[in-house]
Antibody
């Protein structure tokens, strides 16, 4: 079965960077884009960006351009999201997701989420 | 950017009753609209895509309708496990998907 397993919770200071990983299993990693979504505590869902594991092409939401980098390791079927210059407002749960066959932006599979806390 | 607006923010419903949730888009998204359910401490779960197609293993009491800018999620007879937050999401402008602010369905 399809699984997306994310790395554990992180606590960072303002200005620092964080890396969240997402290991995929149960399907061919390079056949589906990985989309990252975040959710601040008690708030709604916000697109961070997406990456094609096949080509490495990425697209980032405007709010994150210049601060986020998405990469992958196709050997280990792992996607990575790096977020730099962290602010307290970046405190949130970050999810990696995968879409339906033929509908990449219909997010049918979700990782368990990674809580990133930014605090001095 | 397409802005998605959900109403109401909170819906109080008794078990067994019908719940109707609304979602509006700031411009047409065709039928490129999905609905998700989220329970506390869990990741969202896909319920509906293509505005009206139920995802795998989603009970028939969940139905979606609409096109263009106005959409509805209906839960025909609320069960205890249906009390949760529901989000709509448009995916018409690839890859810039966007979500509504959510509707919390609570027990009346």
């Amino acid at each position: 079965q399809v699984q997306l397993v994310q790395s554990g919770a992180e606590v960072k200071k303002p200005g620092a960077s964080v890396r969240v990983s997402c290991r995929a299993s149960g399907y061919t990693f390079t056949n589906f884009d990985i989309t990252w979504v975040r959710q601040a505590t008690g708030q709604g869902l916000e697109l961070v960006g997406w990456m094609s594991p096949k080509s490495g092409h990425t697209g980032y939401a405007q709010n994150f351009r210049g601060r986020v980098t998405m990469t992958r390791n196709t050997t280990t079927s792992t996607a990575y999201m790096d977020l730099s210059s962290l602010k307290s407002e970046d405190t949130a749960v970050y999810y990696c997701t995968r879409g339906l066959t033929g509908q990449q932006l219909v997010l049918v599979y979700w990782g368990q989420g990674t809580l990133v806390t930014v605090s001095s | 950017e397409i802005v998605m607006t959900q109403s109401p923010a909170t819906l109080s419903v008794s078990p067994g009753e019908r719940a109707t949730l609304s979602c509006r888009a700031s411009q047409s998204v065709g039928v490129n609209l999905a609905w998700y359910q989220q329970k506390p401490g869990q990741a969202p779960r896909l319920l509906i895509y293509g505005a009206s197609t139920r995802a795998t293993d989603i009970p028939a009491r969940f139905s979606g309708s609409g096109s263009g800018t106005a959409f509805t999620l209906t839960i025909s007879s609320l069960q205890s496990e249906d009390f949760a937050v529901y989000y709509c999401q448009q995916y018409n402008t690839w890859p810039a998907l966007s979500f509504g602010g959510g509707t919390k369905v609570e027990i009346k």
